[in-house]
């Protein structure tokens, strides 16, 4: 009788989160939009981003544009400005820096604004910049974000993947499953899985848990990457699971600082 009151009261305590997870920006639904979103690029701009906070860089500017992007970092001082380019996978011809979490280390970003722009990771922020409570997160942040949703009073959350010029990408889907696996397997609130995507995003953690780099090295991405030059520490650095306590946020439209 009483184990059957505990069950009862804990219904109805426990808010509902519904869950759900977008492969690509076109695929975003239109209309309202919920209070909270998660953009995954995890080869490699939102790997980058998590690292270039936690490694002590001021703010990350996000653009689509190569032109309009140069504009703004024009207006900021040269001594605290990076500019991070990276298009088909190689660094921006001009830019300081190409996409890399290896490449963001303290000495290069600390106190600085990285105004940077990625073929497709920066382009899904951009879909979601209006949403009110937006992060970004790779799997090395992936527990740091599920903590921060946890901690709020969440209804909904979208999780959008970055693809690859508008397809599916495998390890996007699986940082997804990832996040979403946490989420699932705690007691705070029920979580409500809203989407076959999000569906076969867990299956896809399922099966890849123990080996997440070698998701990465399946992946088209990661295989593309290999064949532009050595990127084995990328893979490595992108593969690693909760490591970090950084959750990237957006402070103003397209502008992330560490929280
Ligand atoms: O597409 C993107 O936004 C990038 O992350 C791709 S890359 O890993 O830098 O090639």
């Not at 990465?216 to 992108?238: E, P, Q, S, W």
Request: charged fraction near 25%.
């Amino acid at each position: 009788m009483l184990d059957d009151l505990v069950t009862v009261t804990d219904i109805v305590r426990r808010a509902v989160v519904k869950l759900s997870y977008f492969h690509v920006a076109a695929d975003v639904p239109k209309g309202p939009l919920p209070d909270v979103a998660v953009v995954i690029d995890v080869l490699r701009a939102t790997t980058t981003i998590a690292f270039a906070l936690n490694n002590g860089a001021e703010s990350i500017q996000v653009f689509d544009d190569l032109d309009e992007l140069r504009k703004t970092a024009d207006k900021w001082p040269s001594s605290s400005r990076l500019l991070l380019g990276e298009r088909g996978g190689k660094k921006v011809d001009g830019f300081d820096l190409g996409n890399s979490p290896l490449l963001v280390t303290p000495e290069r970003v600390k106190g600085k604004r990285l105004f940077m722009s990625t073929t497709n990771g920066t382009k899904a922020l951009k879909r979601l910049h209006e949403v009110k409570s937006l992060y970004t997160m790779g799997l090395p942040n992936r527990k740091a974000v599920a903590d921060r949703l946890l901690s709020g009073k969440v209804s909904e959350v979208w999780m959008l993947g970055s693809g690859w010029e508008g397809s599916y990408s495998l390890e996007d889907s699986l940082a997804a499953g990832a996040l979403a696996s946490i989420l699932l397997g705690q007691s705070l609130v029920d979580v409500d899985v809203i989407n076959d995507e999000l569906f076969s995003a867990l299956a896809l953690w399922e099966s890849w848990e123990k080996e997440p780099e070698k998701c990465l090295r399946t992946a088209t991405h990661g295989k593309r990457l290999m064949g532009l030059g050595d990127h084995d520490g990328d893979l490595k650095r992108c593969a690693e699971l909760d490591s970090l306590s950084v959750v990237p946020t957006q402070k103003e439209s397209g502008v992330l600082i560490a929280c």
